[in-house]
């Protein structure tokens, strides 16, 4: 004999049918075999199934509550000379597998299961999760340093809209959640692996970023003032009088942001004298006069 559906559900006789459906969706997310595989777990997800299509049938449910059939739909006096034999009269034959799933899903899961079902319980159905979708993202140096935002265009000619985070390195994969292959209980992710492309200026070394800056043969003896671009914009550096080729200037918080300690690394500024590209006459004599009276040798410093 079947048991009491309102038993099976736990609510009372008075229960309204939001009670109902909200007692089998807890039910379900607790025993679906998808989610609690083991025989357990699959009986009493058939008894709440069974209990929640009961007492959902406004019929059955009324002539119930009424003692005139039984939790199995069997009358409870049945006319003389019926026949119990065979299917009882209006109780469920299904088999497990038949037990409404694409239903069951869209209750308990939402739309997104019913779109994941196809016709039955199908692949990756052991583990309720659709299958992780691998793509790969070529970023600019740039947009790996400040973060961007990038779109993702997918075989089926969909698309994918993402966030690159600021600091993002060369083969970081990131994760879009449920945005992969359809499952019955959720999609997979999306796994994008960045591909960051080399800057002709910016070279990066961990949280730092490094470069060199062109110094002019007065700027380097006299000292000066000089603008120059870093990956967040332009700021002013200050070269002391005799500046040397490959002089290192540290630029703090200018660098790369951490994801983990939220802060950024510095920008290191290499200078690099650079001559004119013509070396007139007057340059020639000074230096000329210069090298007689002031020779030195750096190699022996």
């Known amino acids: 004999m079947a048991d009491d559906p309102y038993v099976v559900l736990g609510v009372p006789r008075g229960a309204s049918e939001d009670d109902i459906r909200r007692a089998f969706r807890k039910l379900a997310k607790e025993f679906h075999p998808d989610v609690n595989p083991g025989r357990d777990a699959e009986d009493r997800f058939k008894r709440a199934s069974s209990a929640h299509d009961f007492l959902l049938d406004a019929d059955k449910r009324r002539r119930y509550d009424r003692g005139e059939i039984d939790a199995g739909g069997e009358p409870v006096f049945p006319p003389r000379g019926s026949s ?22 869209t209750d308990v899961f939402g739309e997104r299961a019913r779109s994941g079902m196809g016709g039955g319980m199908g692949a990756g159905a052991n583990s309720g999760r659709g299958t992780d979708v691998r793509y790969s993202l070529e970023v600019d140096f740039l947009e790996a340093v400040n ?9 089926d000619g969909g698309v994918l809209d993402l966030a690159v985070p600021e600091g993002v390195i060369d083969g970081q994969v990131l994760r879009l959640r449920g945005k992969g292959g359809a499952g019955p209980i959720e999609a997979g992710d999306a796994l994008v692996e960045v591909r960051v492309r080399p800057h002709a200026v910016f070279r990066r070394q961990g949280d730092d970023v490094l470069f060199e800056v062109p110094v002019t043969i007065d700027e380097a003896v006299l000292g000066a003032k000089i603008e120059v671009e870093t990956p967040s914009g332009r700021v002013h550096v200050t070269l002391p009088k005799g500046t040397n080729s490959g002089s290192i200037f540290r630029l703090k918080g200018k ?15 290499a200078a690099k004298i650079v001559l004119p590209s013509t070396i007139d006459d007057a340059l020639s004599y000074f230096m000329s006069e210069w090298r007689q009276k002031n020779k030195y040798d750096p190699g022996k410093r």
């Open 147 to 155: 973060g961007a935002k990038k779109r993702v265009t997918l075989p």
């Open 255 to 269: 660098g790369v942001r951490n994801a983990s300690s939220g802060t950024h690394g510095d920008c290191l500024v």
């Open 84 to 105: 119990s034999g065979g299917a009882r009269a209006g109780r469920s034959s299904r088999s497990f597998e038949d037990f409404g799933f694409s239903d069951v899903f």
